[in-house]
């Protein structure tokens, strides 16, 4: 018995494509629930394995990376209370807010889709969750809804007070919260999983593909599309986005979010047979129309209702930047706000003024990654692709290791055909995380 056997073992399992996590990883693992079961060579520990569920489970558990945090990629969950706000409510009578969180790991995902909806206004007692999560050990913490340091990062932890009690053993969440969530153990990749259609408004499933090999990549995504109502939301990982597209999915246009939606049947019969790159395209000249941009936000796809502006929403008003022109600073605001400023504008989809306000904090601070890679994105959802790879490159040059950077401008390349630089790009991210998580 070699350790080939128990990679494939992973794979066919649970998806895991050891070559992502590194195979030491997996071999550690094995090795450890070797010496915890008394096993003495691979061959017993194999017989063990295949008899006992337990201790499937067992070994699952130790491959497992649980890594997440409240608030991860903070523009989904703003996107998400956005786009169903108080007036979803309103006029979707009697319904309820549906969204699965896949994998939900420890919670901090699905938790953080219930205070953003709560603090934009929204009824949460209309909102159920589904949270599904192949590990146990993850699930049991998530029920708890005790957190400790590490699933707090950044720099706004304004949310902790508003929502957490302070205890011994960390941060508590209230049960009013806790109550909207539904933890689940599951694994995607289980024939019976999730039988029947169309069920969910919104679907997050962040940073589980980049685990997978593409067939399984593939598959899952298939999964996810028949869960997903045919006006859903899709949530991916920033490095998970490019699947999608390929897949048939078109992107939301929410910059930083990684949201996608389903593909309006083509009218043109022809349309349909178009590669996911040029959907793409196509998608982002929608975005750049000056009428577009001019509508609400969300009203980002042909196929979208037109939606009013809530009345009762919370919203905080951004500040206006009235020309298209890079212009200094406004003496008031300091020029990290210039940037939130710039952030903002572009949720708003107001592309424009979002890139001029960034290219006024580079006239003023110069380079920086944060503004460089932001206006990229910016100049991305414009169709402004030469800027947008200039921006991210420089970024790039600032920060090798810029994930999202990296997976972005390799999604630019792709998008354009050259394959091969996109794919060295994706090469680069993976070399990147596999030496920062060593
Ligand atoms: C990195 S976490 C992602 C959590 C969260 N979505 C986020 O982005 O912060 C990956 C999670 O995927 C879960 N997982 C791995 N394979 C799975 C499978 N086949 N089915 C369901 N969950 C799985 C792991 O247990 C782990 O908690």
Same mark, same amino acid.
């Given at each position: 018995?070699?350790?080939? @056997?128990f990679?494939q ?7 895991l494509?050891?070559s ?12 450890r629930?070797m010496?915890?079961c008394?096993?003495? @060579? ?6 063990? =394995?295949?008899? %006992? ?5 067992? &070994? ?8 997440t ?6 523009q ?7 786009h ?5 409510a309103?006029t ?9 969180s896949?994998?939900? +790991? ?9 205070m953003? &909806?709560?603090?934009a ?5 209309r =909102?159920?969750? *589904?949270?599904i ?10 029920r ?6 590490? %699933?707090?990062r950044?720099?706004d932890?304004?949310f ?8 011994a053993?960390?941060?508590? =969440?209230?049960? %009013? ?5 539904n933890?689940?153990?599951g694994n995607?990749?289980? =024939?019976?999983?999730l039988p029947?259609?169309a069920r969910? *408004? ?23 599309a028949?869960?997903l109502?045919?006006? @859903?939301?899709?949530y991916v990982?920033?490095?998970?986005? +490019?699947? &999608? &597209?390929?897949?048939?999915m078109t ?6 979010a990684?949201?996608?939606r ?6 043109n ?6 590669? @996911?790159?040029n959907?793409?395209?196509a998608?982002?000249r929608?975005?750049?129309?000056p ?12 196929? +979208?209702?037109p939606?009013?502006?809530s009345?009762s929403?919370p919203k905080p008003?951004p500040?206006?930047?009235t020309?298209?022109?890079a212009?200094?600073a ?5 020029q %990290?706000?210039l940037?939130d ?7 708003g989809?107001r ?8 290219e006024?904090y ?5 380079p ?11 100049h991305g959802?414009m169709?402004r ?17 810029h994930?999202e ?6 999604l630019l ?9 996109g794919?060295?790009?994706?090469l ?6 596999t030496?920062?998580s060593?």
């Amino acid at each position: 018995m070699r350790l080939d @056997g128990f990679q494939q073992w992973l794979k066919d399992t649970m998806g895991l494509d050891a070559s992502t996590i590194g195979p030491t990883l997996v071999e550690r693992a094995v090795q450890r629930r070797m010496t915890a079961c008394g096993r003495a @060579g691979l061959v017993d520990y194999w017989q063990l =394995l295949r008899d %006992s569920a337990l201790e499937q489970q067992e &070994l699952i558990e130790a491959v497992v990376v649980p890594e997440t945090w409240f608030f991860r990629d903070a523009q989904a969950f703003a996107t998400l209370a956005r786009h169903f706000d108080p007036l979803w409510a309103v006029t979707h009578p009697g319904e309820r807010l549906r969204l699965l969180s896949l994998p939900c +790991s420890s919670g901090e995902e699905p938790y953080t889709m219930v205070m953003s &909806l709560f603090e934009a206004g929204f009824p949460i007692e209309r =909102l159920d969750i *589904d949270a599904i999560d192949i590990s146990e050990q993850a699930l049991a913490k998530a029920r708890r809804g005790l957190y400790g340091n590490n %699933s707090f990062r950044g720099g706004d932890l304004g949310f902790r007070d508003r929502h957490f009690q302070a205890e011994a053993g960390g941060w508590q =969440l209230p049960a %009013s919260i806790r109550a909207r969530v539904n933890f689940i153990q599951g694994n995607v990749l289980d =024939l019976g999983f999730l039988p029947g259609e169309a069920r969910y *408004d919104a679907i997050f499933c962040r940073n589980l593909l980049i685990y997978f090999d593409e067939p399984t990549q593939v598959r899952t995504v298939e999964i996810l599309a028949r869960l997903l109502k045919p006006e @859903g939301l899709l949530y991916v990982g920033p490095s998970e986005a +490019s699947l &999608l &597209l390929s897949r048939g999915m078109t992107s939301a246009q929410f910059p930083m979010a990684f949201a996608f939606r389903k593909a309006a049947p083509a009218s043109n019969p022809n349309a349909g047979m178009a590669s @996911g790159a040029n959907k793409y395209v196509a998608d982002k000249r929608v975005a750049s129309e000056p009428t577009r941009r001019a509508a609400t936000p969300l009203a980002f796809t042909p196929a +979208s209702p037109p939606r009013a502006s809530s009345p009762s929403r919370p919203k905080p008003a951004p500040p206006t930047l009235t020309s298209t022109s890079a212009k200094p600073a406004p003496a008031a605001a300091t020029q %990290s706000s210039l940037l939130d400023t710039a952030q903002s504008l572009a949720d708003g989809g107001r592309f424009v003024e979002a890139a001029a306000a960034c290219e006024a904090y580079l006239q003023a601070q110069g380079p920086s990654v944060r503004a460089l890679y932001l206006s990229g994105l910016i100049h991305g959802a414009m169709g402004r692709d030469a800027q947008a790879e200039d921006h991210l490159r420089k970024a790039l040059y600032l920060d090798p290791c810029h994930e999202e950077a990296l997976m972005h401008l390799a999604l630019l390349l792709e998008t354009r055909g050259d394959a091969a630089a996109g794919r060295v790009l994706r090469l680069r991210a993976q070399r990147c995380r596999t030496a920062t998580s060593r």
